[in-house]
């Protein structure tokens, strides 16, 4: 499962810092779910997609739909 969140980090001009912060966790745990090292979970999820202003399912994509 990859996921969309550094592009829409970025697009939305929050360093991981500030997205940690909105969301109540580490910026090492948002580098960590950026780079696929960790899922996160289904609350997280959530604070994540509202942050970043978008849907949970727009959040991810699963290698099935990649190939």
């Known amino acids: 499962m990859k996921n969309q969140i550094q592009d829409l980090r970025k ?3 929050f360093s991981q810092e500030e997205l940690a912060r909105r969301c109540s966790v580490t910026r090492q745990t948002i580098n960590a779910i950026e ?3 960790y ?3 289904l609350a997280l999820a959530f604070k ?3 942050n ?3 849907k ?4 991810f994509i ?3 739909e990649i190939k």
């Open 11 to 13: 697009i939305q001009g």
């Open 52 to 54: 970043l202003n978008v």
């Open 39 to 41: 899922d996160p979970t």
């Open 48 to 50: 994540l997609s509202k």
């Open 35 to 37: 780079n696929n090292k």
């Open 62 to 64: 699963f290698e099935e």
């Open 56 to 59: 949970v399912d727009e959040l």
